[in-house]
């Protein structure tokens, strides 16, 4: 397999385009002898193009159609003494054109005086005829075309500027590493303007300390190249640049192609490669550093991001274990309570963060057992009627222990902890509430709990089979079950009975 011959077309469609170079004169002979005067003119190698317009109304017209236009060459007096003049402000003022470099040019210096009309009208540069030689009128193309330049790099630089600001917001909007990745690959094709492929590689070493570079990611048209090595993809010419950018561990630009070298906080690097892109000047090379900085400040802060998050998983788990083990229940039934709950969540139509939350707030729902005495909580018998108003009491002080936390997280498992013992007709406890007034998190992880506790061994019971388990679910749906929750575990039983397989009690 190897990369579409349209990836390896070099060099790149526009560079070397001309100059547009407008003549605006009523006088036929003046058009003849310009381009005759700068016909072999060049500026940074790049030719002219001549277009050539006999009234203002013409040259208004040429210069709404192609705001590309570089230096309009302008006389003063056409259709009336001051046409050209008349003309100055309506560029600069109706089409908002800053950019072309205006020459004004006059055979009649009297009729409108140089100081006067710099000093009002936004030209930049006054001629008259009879005094533009050929020397001076190259001079005179020479400072325009410069002039025209400089200020299109500014506007580019600015609009470029604007771009990586823009691209950089998305990109720190990404929460997970695939969703960076691909945002990357989609906003790289405005700012380099490429039309070939964009790879992002991680960086791996074979038995013999040899570098491959398995692609992980690939734009939208190179999907397929997603698993392969790009060294057995790319010709030698970019696979140098590739192998450059990772033995000096810097980005590495070449006239039609570049790759961008990153590093994780674990010293692990990646290489992002362009093809077939436009050759960058100073400035786009400087934006796209200012780029591959934020993504890569991007990656680092997805990665403390995710420790933070596994910390908070970490501390999830070891209180929830802790509760667990008093009762002498095993830490993977609360595992499986919230990966079940997040389940019948995303079932359920919460999307993919309230559901990750779920599942990680869920495990929590029995922590209130912390307080409640071992000779209650491990009884193997039946309790008595003031046992179970005890043990009953867990929900409140599960609540209760997390309800102060400010965290949206620990807020979820305390309302989790609150009503996971509420029924949908209103017959469970603490407070009796019936039907969609308890939370859908906590009707969730009510099912998610019992299904997994019935499959389960506990002090009390051995673990139940599985057409028993569906016969209770069925027998207290609408009861102690939401009818809706139900019909959704039954059609994903095998998906439930999974986790206890892939999760299995110690």
């Given at each position: 397999?190897?990369?579409d011959a349209i990836?390896?077309?070099?060099?790149?469609?526009g560079?070397?385009?001309?100059?547009?170079?407008?003549?605006?004169?009523?006088?036929p002979?003046?058009?003849?002898?310009?381009?005759?005067?700068l016909?072999?003119?060049?500026?940074e190698?790049r030719?002219?193009?001549?277009?050539?317009?006999?009234?203002?109304d013409?040259?208004?017209e040429?210069?709404?159609?192609?705001?590309?236009?570089?230096?309009?060459?302008?006389?003063?007096v056409?259709e009336t003494?001051?046409?050209?003049?008349?003309?100055?402000?309506k560029?600069?003022?109706?089409?908002g054109?800053?950019?072309v470099?205006?020459?004004?040019r006059?055979?009649?210096?009297?009729q409108?005086?140089e100081q006067?009309?710099i000093?009002?009208?936004?030209?930049?540069?006054?001629?008259e005829?009879?005094?533009?030689?050929?020397?001076r009128?190259h001079?005179?193309?020479?400072?325009a075309?410069?002039?025209?330049r400089d200020?299109?790099?500014?506007?580019?630089?600015?609009?470029?500027?604007?771009?990586v600001?823009?691209?950089?917001?998305n990109?720190f909007?990404q929460?997970?590493?695939?969703?960076?990745?691909?945002?990357?690959?989609?906003q790289l094709p405005?700012?380099?303007?490429?039309r070939?492929?964009?790879?992002l590689c991680?960086?791996?070493?074979?038995?013999?300390?040899?570098?491959?570079?398995?692609?992980?990611?690939?734009?939208?048209?190179?999907?397929?190249?997603i698993?392969?090595?790009?060294?057995?993809?790319?010709?030698?010419?970019?696979?140098?640049?590739?192998?450059?950018?990772?033995?000096?561990?810097?980005?590495?630009?070449?006239?039609?192609h570049?790759?961008?070298?990153?590093?994780?906080?674990?010293?692990r690097?990646?290489?992002?490669?362009v093809?077939?892109?436009e050759?960058?000047?100073?400035?786009?090379?400087?934006?796209m550093?200012?780029?591959?900085?934020?993504?890569?400040?991007?990656?680092?802060?997805?990665?403390?991001?995710q420790?933070l998050?596994?910390?908070?998983?970490?501390m999830?788990?070891?209180l929830?274990?802790?509760a667990?083990?008093?009762?002498?229940?095993?830490?993977?039934?609360v595992?499986?309570v919230?990966?079940?709950?997040?389940?019948l969540?995303?079932?359920a139509?919460?999307?993919a963060?309230?559901a990750?939350a779920?599942?990680m707030?869920a495990?929590?729902?029995?922590?209130?057992?912390?307080?409640?005495?071992?000779?209650?909580?491990?009884?193997?018998?039946?309790?008595?009627?003031?046992?179970?108003?005890?043990?009953r009491?867990?929900?409140?002080?599960?609540a209760?222990?997390?309800?102060a936390?400010?965290?949206?997280?620990l807020?979820?498992?305390?309302?989790?902890?609150?009503?996971?013992?509420?029924?949908?007709?209103g017959?469970?406890?603490?407070?009796?509430?019936?039907?969609?007034?308890?939370?859908?998190?906590g009707?969730?992880?009510?099912?998610?709990?019992?299904?997994?506790a019935?499959?389960?061994v506990?002090?009390?019971?051995?673990?139940w089979p599985?057409?028993?388990?569906?016969d209770?679910?069925?027998?207290?749906?609408?009861?102690k079950?939401?009818?809706?929750?139900?019909?959704?575990?039954?059609?994903?039983?095998?998906?439930?009975?999974?986790l206890?397989?892939r999760?299995?009690?110690?």
């Amino acid at each position: 397999m190897a990369l579409d011959a349209i990836e390896l077309q070099q060099g790149a469609a526009g560079l070397r385009d001309p100059w547009k170079i407008l003549i605006a004169d009523d006088e036929p002979e003046v058009h003849q002898v310009t381009r005759l005067v700068l016909g072999g003119f060049s500026f940074e190698a790049r030719p002219l193009e001549f277009l050539s317009a006999y009234s203002a109304d013409e040259t208004f017209e040429m210069l709404r159609q192609q705001p590309d236009i570089a230096v309009l060459l302008l006389d003063v007096v056409m259709e009336t003494e001051h046409a050209g003049l008349d003309l100055v402000r309506k560029i600069r003022t109706t089409l908002g054109n800053h950019r072309v470099r205006i020459v004004l040019r006059t055979g009649q210096p009297g009729q409108a005086p140089e100081q006067d009309v710099i000093s009002a009208y936004d030209i930049n540069d006054y001629k008259e005829k009879t005094e533009l030689t050929a020397s001076r009128f190259h001079t005179t193309m020479f400072v325009a075309l410069r002039g025209y330049r400089d200020l299109m790099t500014i506007e580019a630089s600015k609009e470029g500027l604007e771009q990586v600001l823009s691209a950089s917001a998305n990109v720190f909007s990404q929460r997970d590493g695939n969703g960076l990745a691909n945002t990357v690959l989609e906003q790289l094709p405005r700012l380099a303007h490429t039309r070939g492929a964009t790879l992002l590689c991680r960086v791996e070493h074979d038995a013999t300390a040899m570098a491959t570079y398995p692609i992980i990611q690939a734009s939208a048209a190179h999907q397929a190249l997603i698993g392969h090595g790009a060294e057995t993809l790319l010709p030698p010419q970019r696979l140098e640049t590739l192998q450059r950018a990772l033995k000096t561990r810097q980005h590495e630009f070449a006239s039609d192609h570049y790759v961008l070298h990153f590093i994780d906080e674990e010293h692990r690097q990646s290489l992002l490669y362009v093809g077939e892109s436009e050759e960058m000047g100073e400035v786009e090379r400087k934006l796209m550093e200012v780029f591959s900085s934020n993504v890569a400040l991007a990656f680092k802060n997805l990665h403390l991001h995710q420790e933070l998050v596994d910390s908070q998983l970490e501390m999830i788990w070891l209180l929830a274990g802790a509760a667990e083990t008093r009762s002498r229940e095993t830490a993977n039934h609360v595992l499986r309570v919230g990966l079940l709950s997040e389940m019948l969540a995303r079932l359920a139509g919460q999307d993919a963060k309230a559901a990750e939350a779920l599942r990680m707030a869920a495990p929590l729902h029995d922590i209130g057992k912390i307080g409640i005495p071992d000779a209650i909580l491990n009884k193997p018998g039946s309790h008595s009627p003031e046992e179970t108003a005890i043990m009953r009491t867990h929900a409140r002080l599960g609540a209760q222990m997390l309800s102060a936390s400010h965290r949206p997280l620990l807020q979820l498992a305390a309302r989790i902890c609150l009503e996971h013992h509420e029924n949908w007709d209103g017959s469970g406890y603490p407070n009796g509430i019936r039907g969609e007034d308890i939370s859908l998190e906590g009707r969730i992880v009510a099912l998610a709990d019992v299904f997994d506790a019935l499959g389960s061994v506990r002090v009390y019971k051995d673990a139940w089979p599985a057409e028993r388990i569906r016969d209770f679910i069925q027998g207290q749906s609408g009861k102690k079950f939401d009818p809706a929750l139900v019909q959704l575990l039954f059609d994903n039983w095998g998906e439930a009975e999974s986790l206890r397989q892939r999760y299995p009690d110690d």
